[in-house]
């Protein structure tokens, strides 16, 4: 396990959930308690750290109770992939880290409480509605890059393997050798062609790039805005309201190359 991407995910739940102040509780275990640290550390609310007794772990009991669910969903995950495939998952693979992820966000998602709610419904207040494929589907994914909008002739599909989706923003995540994508758009592929060994053998992208830091994590669309009104996107220059297009185009374009235009 990757620590700075441990920190940068529990980041990104606790943001995600829209908590504020809060008290991350955890057992004496050095290496969890120094996550605890470094989160603390990059929050800009208030957090407090509590260690419960030693050997205590009655004190944690919902915490643990939760452990063991995803131990069990992990295991079930991998013994899915290994039975689809006809192979051993092997621990060091990336397709093996992508299976903690998914067994946490399928547990937040449709694991009923005690309440009768899924925790999903708990935060949110109402349920989840979002497409899931199977771990490890071979599917289409729809490339959201704006440069495919210049070259119409090129299918914007690609195959991927489809590795979970993002918490934030409930895109698919999709791996392809030693690389990860992300996208709103994905088609299934028939029965007979969604497990496709060799592309599933080649993942070898984990959750985590080579700075050890989340790759999927959901980021804010940029754009260009000009005094005028309107914004350069993609590449695509829009005019914003019933100003006159001919001198929005003007203003635009100084902005942009520096010319009259």
Not at 88 to 100: H, M, P, Q, S
Not at 198 to 208: E, G, I, S, Y
């Amino acid at each position: 396990t990757k620590g700075l991407y441990v920190v940068e995910f529990i980041l990104h739940i606790i943001g995600e959930w829209g908590y504020g102040d809060l008290v991350l509780t955890s057992d004496q275990e050095p290496a969890i308690h120094s996550v605890c640290e470094a989160v603390r550390d990059r929050r800009s609310h208030r957090t407090l750290l509590r260690k419960i007794a030693r050997y205590s772990h009655a004190s944690l009991g919902h915490a643990e109770n939760m452990n063991w669910h995803l131990e069990a969903t992990v295991r079930t995950l991998v013994a899915h992939l290994e039975a689809t495939y006809g192979r051993k998952i092997l621990t060091a693979e990336g397709a093996r880290a992508w299976t903690i992820r998914p067994a946490a966000w399928l547990s937040t998602r449709f694991r009923v409480q005690d309440d009768g709610r899924t925790g999903y419904e708990q935060i949110k207040s109402q349920r989840y509605r979002g497409e899931v494929l199977e771990l490890g589907e071979v599917c289409r994914m729809r490339d959201p890059r704006p440069e495919y909008d210049y070259n119409k002739a090129d299918s914007r599909w690609r195959l991927v393997v489809w590795m979970g989706k993002v918490e934030t923003s409930d895109e698919h995540i999709g791996a392809s050798g030693s690389e990860t994508e992300k996208c709103r758009t994905v088609r299934r592929r028939p029965e007979a062609e969604r497990w496709v060994r060799a592309l599933f053998d080649a993942v070898t992208a984990c959750p985590w790039g080579a700075t050890e830091k989340m790759t999927d994590a959901a980021v804010a669309t940029t754009g260009t805005y000009f005094p005028g009104g309107g914004v350069l996107n993609g590449g695509y220059l829009t005019a914003r309201g019933d100003e006159d297009v001919k001198s929005f185009w003007k203003t635009a374009s100084r902005e942009v190359f520096g010319r009259q235009g």
